[in-house]
């Protein structure tokens, strides 16, 4: 990839998250630079705003940019166009009418109110073949399609992903987006990544527990610094009262997105 993008003097890249992150850090290892390289858009996951940077840093780019989609509708949001990194998902694409609804009511939310998201466009999928439950269940009897994703938008249109809606778990009574607590934990200097998923807990239910990888000079690191790190600045129902996981790997997908199910799996095989 590296010698196509140096031989054609590629301006514009577009993959998946997981390709991309192995291939900067690749060209940040071995010093290389690609010099045509300007712009970078991530599909296939939510990137994080220090995987953004790390991108940014590794290309020497001035634009990455991360876009909003789904294989039963496409394209659903678009960055905008500009010369600065972009930490949301745009506003909707062409002919793509969104709406963001309250989980239990359905009802539509206004501005900086995080939702579910519904699409209606028509280049939307018209259901699942020859299974009518599993396509009255995505799509409604007035043609919007649930994604299952949990987003919000700003005074101006512009919208910000925020979770899977099958992510979130309730501790302590409240519900809880894995992502809030992974960005604290990702902000810790010796940590390279961090997932967290709710697990069950004899007091709270179920609480948060954090699988682990540290930077590899910080192996000194240990569980209850990371639960005061975190205690420190979240609220107690977003402590991880699950506990901390050292790990060499985060499972993903071939796209690059975390396979917590699997997680889930080692936690319940203890």
Known sequence: M???????????????????????????????QLDSLTTVFLCGAKATPQILRQIERSFDLAIVKDTYGATEIGQICTPPLGATSWYGIGFPSPMVHVKV??????????PNEQGEVLVKTPCSMKGYYGHPEATSQKITPDGWVRTGDICYYNEV?????????SQFFRCMGISVAPCSIES???????IEEA????VPHARYQEAAMAYVVLKKPCNKITEAELQNFVAGQLGTYMHLHGGVKFVDVIPKNASGKVMRKKLQMLHQDG
């Open 101 to 110: 609804v309250d989980v239990k009511s359905g009802n539509v939310l206004g």
């Open 157 to 165: 249109g512009q919208f910000f992903y925020v979770e899977r809606m």
């Open 195 to 198: 997932v967290v998923i709710g």
């Open 184 to 190: 604290v934990l990702l902000s810790h200097d010796g």
């Open 2 to 32: 590296v010698d196509a993008i140096r031989k054609y003097k590629v301006t514009t890249m577009f993959g998946g998250l997981h390709w991309i992150v192995l291939l900067a850090k690749a060209i940040e290892k071995r010093g290389i």
